[in-house]
């Protein structure tokens, strides 16, 4: 038994074991990415069994890839045979840290590569090496900071059905305990074709097609109708060390998780595991799919292209930010809303939630009326955007009126010019501070902005209401600080951001140019692909 927890280099493999032993570790999936970034440091206790001339195999993984971790949260497990690595979700940092199985700090992981505590890369993992979900077996006690394991903890965790859509649904993803939902979110499990939509027809969320909720004017359940929102969504988070602060922008583009590259595709169970396409509409606010048959089809190819963006396109045929997804207040003390995450988040940041408390600070140090009137008041948020100029920590609210920031495709779609939109980073606030002096007060702000909410956005009630909660209920504060934790997301959320038309990373849908034409109960015109007449293409 030699240990191998010092410098694996490809020479130092062949000193130990000789040539045999370094074939077999070059077989070895996780040694090879070790060659290939150079010599590295293993702080755990890597062993390799077998006799001293190192013949013997690397042990093969354990039957229950979840048995015997010690983990305070949901984890992606890579089991290397002789340890395994637990790997927690990248938070708004821009990474997640990684564990031994036995809860032993490791390093972090940054969406490409693991690092160790000397932030010395020890292995390339991508999308395919966190298919293995574990759930969590451990708590933090608050007080001393002690991890407790679960009273289950000893029962052993079912394996995940390699290849299927039944792996345990990530921690951002799931379904809230207790609520009547059944269709998991972005980071769960989904069964392919559960939507309970007709493409084309009106929005019917499968969480609840089966059930007689009342709707809303958007065609989904009702605020009211989800239900009291669980207490974690309100528990006090403001000492726990975790801050971030959050700017606001309403641009109308087609969002960033709506574009196919968002999710993984590589099959149709990593595509319904991770289900974190997005929702887009037309410029009149009906969803189109996010994406269809690409626009170049022949009879010797086929292949997918995300529909246009109108900030790209600039004209009225694009696809937007639906209109529903404006924030929204389930009280006086807690909302819901959408946020731009940053860029080193790219990876893994569409469709995670995340519980804020504000904690009365101003990214800029100068904390005004504004700041402390919203201290203590929480809000759970999904990311449903990635913003290459959002700092890590940073989170960029979507708030209709906040201001287009470096792109505009409001003004097409509602037809205000730019100048009737406010500041272009800030928006309608800005323009009333600019107005009013930067010392003003509270209620003169709110009054400021209401007014223009009012005469930008009084034909799109959804854009109106967005824009008056923000003077209102998040009491008009620029750039205001706060304290973060990963939660699961609430189904509301889901339900506003999942696609109800692109249920499956397959589809015959025929590309368009032009979206603005489209109604809610069109058919949408399909083509033949891969058919016996058309084995490697579509018809025309």
Known sequence: MKDLSIHLGLYDLSALFGELAQEVFMRHPFYKKLVTLGAVAMAGAFVACGDDSGSGNPSQPASNICAGIVATEQVSVIDLGTA??????????????VTLADGTEYGRYDGSYIYDLNNTPVMEAGYADMVNKCAATATVDPGTGEVVPNSSAS???TDPVAGSSATVPASSGSVIPGSSATVPASSGSVTPGSSATVPGGDPVPASSA??????????FPTLESYGAPPADYTKEIQSNGKTGWSSRYWDACKPHCSWLSSVDTTSEATYQAGMTVARNCNIHDVEVPAFTLGHAVQQYWMGYEGTPSACVNENAGGTYTCTDMAPIAVNENLSYGYVAGSGELYKYGCGKCYHLQFNGGNHAN??????KALQGKHMVVMVSNIGYDVEAGQFDMMVPGGGVGAFNALSTQIGVPPSGLGAGNGGFLTECQS????DNTLEKYQQCVIEKCEEVFSQWPNLLRGCKW???????ADNPTFNWEEVECPQYLVDHYVTNINTTKENRY???DDWSDYKAGDELETQDCLTEEYPKGCAP
């Not at 395994?84 to 840290?97: A, F, Q």
């Not at 089966?210 to 065609?219: M, S, T």
């Not at 100068?366 to 700041?371: I, N, R, S």
């Not at 107005?435 to 930067?438: A, I, M, Y």
């Open 510 to 512: 025929r590309w368009r």
């Open 210 to 219: 089966a059930q007689d909720v009342p709707k809303d004017e958007n065609g």
């Open 435 to 438: 107005k009013l002096g930067w």
């Open 366 to 371: 100068d904390v005004k009326a504004t700041h």
């Open 155 to 157: 029962v052993p965790n």
């Open 470 to 476: 923000y003077a209102e209920w998040y009491m008009a």
């Open 84 to 97: 395994k690595l637990l790997v927690y979700p990248i938070g708004i940092e821009g990474y997640g840290k």
